[in-house]
């Protein structure tokens, strides 16, 4: 399985879909539902071709004369992603790119057998999943000539898949859990109101996201920059043979800063950050970004002269941010639903269910019902998940004590039902995923006691330093059997909190390293202001919009190591219209 990131990307086009049972249930929608659904050229197109094809595959084909080759579908979904796009991009000052995008994407998922057992059980997971570009005009008959390719394209899979899979079962022993391939769920109906195109001015962002970016200018030793501006406005249509219909938009408006140096010792150096709205309108001034954009540079400019750190292995504080991204990684991933089943998951959470597992003062929970945390856009938000399912709040830790996991429809061992946590990104399989993952504490400090408490903790073990994480970019976290259980997170900033009294010192090149059952025990307190951290994960059901809320944290114990160094020399060539800098020797003669 690939390594899990949330490094600040675009957001990527996310998506969303028995006979006469099909049929009643379309019938047996109220009327003002029905008077809804059918404005819907798009969602109509989508609902009779569905309709259509879960009626007549494995039942009017040639091979269906051969009763052991009578395969038809006991599931069918549609679901289509259309989205319109804004981008602007400048560096130094200048535009690179400015364009505007309309596209849409169906993905069409076919289940042959039943949900014991069907073509997508175990590693043929993701073969359940076929996609295809639609029209954009809403023209019926392209529409449903375009599904009705990806539908049989999907069918002939789905049918290579289901008869491996049957093999397999005959010649592999018994599998730890035996929990079906799919869950039963009541079908959901929710036509909201399509969003509309990216309201901007886009003339008037060029010119804000260029003087911006020509801030860097003013930093001779910022080598490569980019300030990236990214609408996307979103409507995401499923339709399913169970009877559910969902319409459901999305709106988000971001803004990328990111900026690169390298130290005179080769080692690359980098600094982002990421401002994110529901629209343009929601993000900071640009009095405001111009700061940010200031402090981001100095920041580079302080990290190019700042001591490569050493192994550590000591007490250290992670600010709100940091400790953010910190459990997203450590313990979010583990506590996904398909990582406690299959012969190749760690499963390190699987058995630990009713034990402690976090300190008795923390809890956390998944919610992506919830859009703002005091005033701040969570982008992990949405009302229903990928698989049409209603978004809910689901209470993973209480006081410590594991309770629940991370639910797509696929079944784990006690818990046979989705929590609205089926998550992908077009052309993927859904899976257990994070929303909006949100840490408290009742054990808190003022951020000024928790520095006393972190000197009192590296004196008390005879340390000259504690470590503070103030900023973190990203992380990966290792959840397969064949791989030690590890995680590694990346800071931006750290420094060094001497215990003798001298002022902090900045210091490069960290990586925080270590296990999860072992990292998560050692925290011994929490500030009393929690921080957002937004962006994006990748993972195997593609990349996804994420948050994660906590406070900042004290830990007895934190192991680091050193990053790559690198052997890239500074530019030889000097950079255009910066002051040529004497030689070394000349200046110490």
């Known amino acids: 399985m690939p390594a899990h990131s949330n490094a600040a990307k675009v957001r990527p086009v996310s998506r969303?879909?028995?006979?006469?049972?099909?049929?009643?249930?379309v019938c047996a929608l109220p009327a003002s539902a029905t008077a809804q659904q059918t404005t819907s050229a798009l969602l109509d197109a989508m609902t009779s071709e569905l309709h259509r094809a879960f009626t007549s595959l494995g039942r009017q084909s040639p091979a269906a004369q051969e009763p052991d080759k009578q395969l038809p579908p006991y599931f069918l979904s549609y679901a289509v992603s259309d989205a319109s796009m804004v981008s602007i991009r400048a560096q130094f000052g200048a535009l690179v790119t400015s364009s505007a995008n309309h596209i849409r994407i169906a993905d069409v998922q076919v289940r042959l057998g039943d949900p014991a057992l069907d073509n997508t059980h175990d590693s043929h997971r993701a073969s359940a999943v076929n996609s295809v570009l639609l029209p954009l005009t809403d023209d019926r008959e392209a529409l449903v000539r375009s599904l009705w390719l990806a539908t049989n394209a999907g069918y002939g899979n789905a049918i290579d898949n289901f008869l491996r899979v049957k093999t397999e079962a005959q010649v592999r022993t018994k599998e730890e859990d035996p929990s079906p391939d799919f869950s039963k769920e009541a079908p959901q109906v929710h036509l909201g109101k399509p969003a509309p195109p990216p309201a901007v001015?886009?003339?008037?962002?060029?010119?804000?996201?260029?003087?911006?970016?020509?801030i860097f200018r003013e930093y001779p030793d910022v080598y490569q920059n980019i300030v990236d501006l990214s609408l996307q406005n979103e409507t995401d249509y499923f339709a399913s043979s169970e009877g559910s219909r969902v319409v459901e938009p999305h709106l988000s408006a971001r803004l990328v800063v990111a900026a690169m140096t390298r130290a005179e010792d080769g080692m690359n150096l980098f600094r982002d950050q990421t401002f994110e709205a529901e629209t343009v309108d929601g993000l900071p001034s640009q009095a405001e970004l111009e700061a940010a954009i200031?402090?981001?540079?100095?920041?580079?400019?302080?990290?190019?002269?700042?001591?490569?750190?050493?192994?550590?292995d000591g007490p250290a504080i992670l600010s709100g941010r940091a400790a953010a991204v910190f459990f997203h990684e450590v313990l979010g991933h583990r506590l996904e639903g398909q990582r406690q089943r299959g012969d190749e998951e760690g499963q390190t959470f699987t058995k630990q269910l009713g034990k402690d597992v976090l300190p008795t003062f923390l809890s956390v929970a998944d919610d992506p019902t919830i859009t703002t945390f005091h005033k701040t856009w969570l982008s992990g938000s949405y009302a229903y998940d990928n698989e049409g399912e209603k978004a809910q709040r689901v209470?993973?830790?209480q006081d410590g004590v594991l309770k629940n996991f991370l639910m797509s429809r696929l079944p784990i061992a006690n818990f046979s039902n989705s929590n609205g946590h089926g998550r992908a990104q077009t052309?993927?399989?859904?899976?257990?995923?994070?929303?909006?993952?949100?840490?408290?504490?009742?054990k808190t400090e003022s951020e000024a006691a928790l520095r006393r408490q972190l000197i009192e903790e590296a004196k008390k073990q005879g340390k000259p330093y504690g470590l503070y994480f103030e900023d973190i970019s990203s992380g990966f976290a290792v959840?397969?059997?064949?791989?030690?259980?590890?995680?590694?997170?990346?800071?931006?900033?750290?420094?060094?909190?001497?215990?003798?009294?001298?002022?902090?010192?900045?210091?490069?090149?960290?990586?925080i390293v270590g296990t999860p059952l072992a990292a998560l025990k050692r925290i011994l307190a929490t500030s009393d202001k929690s921080e957002v951290f937004n962006g994006e994960c990748g993972a195997e059901s593609g990349t996804i919009p994420v948050s994660a809320?906590?406070?900042?944290?004290?830990?007895?114990?934190?192991?680091?190591?050193?990053?790559?160094?690198?052997?890239?020399?500074?530019?030889i060539l000097p950079i255009p219209g910066a002051p040529v800098k004497a030689p070394a020797a000349k200046e110490a003669q």
């Open 479 to 511: 959840t397969t059997r064949s791989s030690p259980q590890a995680f590694q997170v990346i800071p931006l900033v750290v420094w060094r909190v001497y215990i003798d009294g001298r002022p902090d010192e900045l210091v490069r090149g960290v990586s």
């Open 201 to 214: 001015n886009r003339a008037a962002w060029e010119q804000r996201v260029q003087a911006l970016s020509k």
């Open 294 to 312: 200031r402090a981001l540079g100095k920041s580079l400019e302080a990290l190019r002269k700042a001591p490569v750190t050493e192994p550590f």
């Open 395 to 397: 209470n993973l830790i």
């Open 549 to 571: 809320v906590a406070p900042a944290m004290l830990l007895s114990e934190i192991e680091t190591q050193r990053q790559p160094q690198g052997t890239a020399r500074t530019p």
């Open 427 to 442: 052309g993927r399989m859904p899976a257990g995923r994070q929303g909006n993952l949100i840490v408290t504490s009742t």
């Open 16 to 25: 969303y879909f028995a006979g006469a049972a099909f049929a009643a249930l």
